[in-house]
Nanobody, 122 residues
Framework: QVQLVESGGGLVQAGGSLRLSCAAS????????MAWFRQAPGKEREFVAA????????YYADSAKGRFTISRDNARNTVYLQMNSLKPEDTAVYYC???????????????WGQGTQVTVSS
């Protein structure tokens, strides 16, 4: 069992940066692939980025490449999403998720956090 709690969201101007954190409970955190998804109002939840259990492999949606960086600290049971050059279209609730392997599909992840709101003003 893994419980996930996101933090770090907020209001930022276009071009600014935010760093999201996801703190996990459970001794098996280091065995999971971790991912970030986001959901804007009226839209489906979409994949943003993922990182393998050792942190050696990362995956990004095209919208995140070059601007976002996912990382993890297994000693602290925490995964991060550094978001730079933010755009108004990045506005969404951002969710942390844990699963057995990489996927950009929501259904492949077993555990989810409650989400943190990111709002980017123009």
């Amino acid at each position: 069992q893994v419980q996930l709690v996101e933090s770090g969201g907020g209001l930022v101007q276009a071009g600014g940066s935010l760093r999201l954190s996801c703190a996990a409970s459970g001794r098996t955190f280091s065995l999971y692939t971790m991912a970030w998804f986001r959901q804007a109002p009226g839209k489906e939840r979409e994949f943003v980025a993922a990182i393998s259990w050792r942190g050696g492999t990362t995956y990004y949606a095209d919208s995140a490449k070059g601007r976002f960086t996912i990382s993890r600290d297994n000693a602290r049971n925490t995964v991060y999403l550094q978001m730079n050059s933010l755009k108004p279209e990045d506005t969404a609730v951002y969710y942390c998720a844990a699963g057995p392997r990489y996927s950009d599909y929501v259904g492949e992840y077993d555990y989810w956090g409650q989400g943190t709101q990111v709002t980017v003003s123009s």
